[in-house]
């Protein structure tokens, strides 16, 4: 079965740039998305298809994806960014997340 | 405004079985597939369940097939899972979430309910 891994940690100052990896065997090849997950709340997207954003998600959230590595960037990181943030993917018929990043901004 | 409002949660034995609703509202609810997703305690986000928007399609996770079904009711705006053969493994907050594009399982889930949660214990 396809797995994606992704670090279970992150910390980042305000108003610097966090960057969150997914890898995957051959991720550049699959469509990826990210939610936000803050304590005691239910998941938001915050990046599809690899780098679009929905209505409503601010321009400091951004998204790659190429060969094995997806990666979420968020700059100019506020305190409110501070989060569990999981990555996404459709293989065939099954829907796949990855384990998870904690996002420590101080 | 679309909402998502799962109930049908709550405590059950091992070995029992429940039944899982989510309503919705604030979309055409038959122009889009669900799923549901499951969040054990203190862990991450698992995939459980599928269904396309005419209900003619349904996907399971591997800890979903053959214990749980996902339905739907598209005149009452309602989706369903019901849960069968419990084990402490299926402790969780179970997420309604819809897909975002219409007429598509892609799965890239724009709302997600609140959760409910489902503690499998004697």
């Known amino acids: 079965s396809y797995e994606l891994t992704q670090p279970p940690s992150v910390s980042v100052s305000p108003g610097q740039t966090a960057s969150i990896s997914c890898s995957g065997d051959?991720?550049?090849?699959?469509?990826v998305c990210w939610y936000q997950q803050k304590p005691g709340q239910s998941p938001i997207l915050v990046i599809y298809?690899?780098?679009k954003r929905p209505s409503g998600i601010p321009e400091r959230f951004s998204g790659s994806n190429s060969g094995n590595t997806a990666t979420l960037t968020i700059s100019g990181t506020q305190v409110m960014d501070e989060a569990y943030y999981y990555c996404q993917v459709w293989d065939s018929i099954t829907v796949v997340f990855g384990g998870g990043t904690r996002l420590t901004v101080l | 405004e679309v909402q998502l409002l799962e109930s049908g949660g709550g405590l059950v034995q091992p070995g029992g079985s429940l039944r899982l609703s989510c309503a919705a509202s604030g979309f055409t609810f038959n122009k889009y597939a669900m799923s549901w997703v499951r969040q054990a305690p203190g862990k991450g986000l698992e995939w459980v369940s599928t269904?396309?928007?005419?209900?003619?399609?349904?996907f399971y996770g591997d800890s979903a097939k053959g214990r749980f079904t996902i339905s739907r009711d598209n005149s009452k705006s309602a989706l369903s899972l019901h849960l069968d053969s419990l084990t402490a493994e299926d402790t969780a907050v179970y997420y309604c979430?819809?897909?975002?594009?219409?007429?598509?399982?892609?799965?890239?889930?724009?709302?997600w309910g609140q959760g409910t949660l489902v503690t499998v214990s004697s």
């Open positions: 298809q690899d780098a």
């Open positions: 269904i396309s928007s005419s209900a003619g399609s349904t």
């Open positions: 979430a819809k897909v975002r594009n219409p007429m598509t399982t892609v799965p890239t889930y724009d709302y």
């Open positions: 051959k991720l550049g090849d699959k469509y």
